[in-house]
């Protein structure tokens, strides 16, 4: 009886120990575009993407008006604190939609202006924020657009951001 015993502690013993899975270690990945930064009231949020398009708007060009290159660029950013990204909440990004005349290699515009900002929170809250100053630059070169967000005033705070970018 005791043999019966002792095997059949053994077996039960051995299939515990078979039958342990090991994981590998959850490693929490952040999407960064690594195109700069981007603060809001000193915090930095993590850029997940930021790119810029031409929109051809010369079906629309008035002949009384300079002929200049009209750009839009989105930039989104994780909105989430680093302890709400480290227990894994749901996305909470914010979109930040910049559209701009070009004359030349610059233009400088008041972000009331230029600027639709919206705070995109899974699943399905969409709500836009109030931008109430500052000034949005944007200095392209053939291959890279820098845009700068300085002092822009929203009613969640202020941003403040340089971000080089790679036109479509």
Known sequence: MKAIRTTIFAFVAIALVASCT???TFVNTLFDCECGTLALDGRDLNVRLAEGYFLDLMHIHDDAQPAHD?????VLVDFRTA???????PSHDVALTVDIPLTGSSNTGQAIAVLVANEIEAPGMDVFW???GGEITVNKTDSLHTV????????????????TIVPE
């Open 22 to 24: 090991k994981h590998e």
């Open 70 to 74: 009209h750009w839009r660029y989105h």
């Open 83 to 89: 302890d709400e990204i480290a227990n894994h909440v």
């Open 130 to 132: 109030d931008i109430t």
């Open 148 to 163: 700068t967000f300085l002092n822009v005033v929203t009613n969640k705070g202020t941003i403040n951001a340089e971000l």
